[in-house]
């Protein structure tokens, strides 16, 4: 089985003068491979994938493999056209990703019986492994719990990115024990890892991953005091991070530690001052 577990970086996708920064993208991915993380997901929602086109989101990939050295890097597939999303996981079967990550088919709200075809028809269009992103509040989609049990039957379905907003939910997957379930909402990360799940894909472990390692460590080897001390320390940032729209907090905080250009695609703005302020405290 493969093993998603860990602190997992969702990478942001620079920018410098409206271009991608791919030179600053290598030197992000570089940090993180030293600060101990366990992997990355390219061109997941941080990465504000759909303000690149097809040309762009390829470019980033390259780049990530190619500074991931030994490091697993998942790639974002997610659309709402199943035949067109899985004619990109086939295009991605040759290449060396650790696997695909993909949300539910958002705007067109199908039945249950839809998302399971859906799902159904990229884990058979790959070759690499599939991770469910249940995430409703961007999609419009739910992954009801039958449903998602019903998918963990899929040979090629192994994990889930859990933003569902269900702690039954959350428990029960971890129960059933047949998917990894990564916590995507940072602030849960603490509490989903004590219930049990492998680890987590957080956008606010860009800013001081060092800590957020250190802290999914102690965890894994019971020592429940030091890690817990950790995340106490981590929660202002982890706030922070998402008091504006995920990836601008963070870009405003990279930016303060000189890792990028504070720079975003439209329809995504800047923070507001007063956050870029607070950021800067506590990158500080």
């Not at 003068?17 to 030197?27: C, F, I, R, T, Y």
């Not at 690149?52 to 697993?72: C, I």
């Not at 059933?176 to 603490?190: I, P, W």
């Amino acid at each position: 089985m493969s093993s998603f577990s860990g602190i997992w970086i969702p990478l942001v996708t620079p920018f410098n003068g409206g271009a991608v920064d791919h030179e600053a993208l290598d030197a992000l991915v570089r940090h993180y491979v030293q600060a101990g993380v366990a992997g990355f997901v390219a061109l997941g929602t941080t990465g504000e994938p759909a303000a690149l086109d097809a040309r762009e989101q390829d470019a980033v990939l390259v780049t990530v493999l190619a500074s991931a050295g030994a490091l697993p890097v998942v790639a974002g597939v997610s659309g709402n056209h199943t035949q067109s999303v899985c004619e990109r996981i086939a295009a991605l079967n040759d290449t060396p990703v650790a696997g695909v990550l993909a949300a539910g088919p958002y705007y067109i709200r199908p039945s249950q019986a839809g998302v399971i075809g859906h799902f159904a028809a990229l884990a058979d269009a790959s070759r690499k492994p599939v991770i469910l992103y249940d995430i409703p509040a961007r999609t419009g989609v739910t992954l009801a719990l039958p449903t998602l049990l019903e998918l963990a039957g899929h040979e090629r379905i192994v994990a889930v990115k859990d933003c569902g907003g269900s702690l039954d939910k959350t428990l029960a997957l971890i129960l059933d024990g047949r998917l990894q379930v990564l916590c995507g909402e940072d602030l849960d990360m603490f509490g989903m890892m004590c219930a049990g799940a492998s680890g987590a894909i957080a956008a606010s472990a860009h800013v001081l991953p060092q800590r957020f390692v250190a802290m999914a460590r102690a965890l894994r080897e019971g020592r429940l005091e030091e890690a817990r001390a950790i995340w106490h320390t981590l929660v202002p940032l982890v706030r922070a991070a998402f008091a504006e729209p995920n990836p601008g907090p963070v870009k405003a905080a990279l930016a303060r530690q000189g890792l990028l250009h504070n720079e975003l695609r439209a329809p995504m703005t800047r923070v507001s001052d007063e956050l870029e302020e607070t950021l800067g405290r506590l990158v500080a």
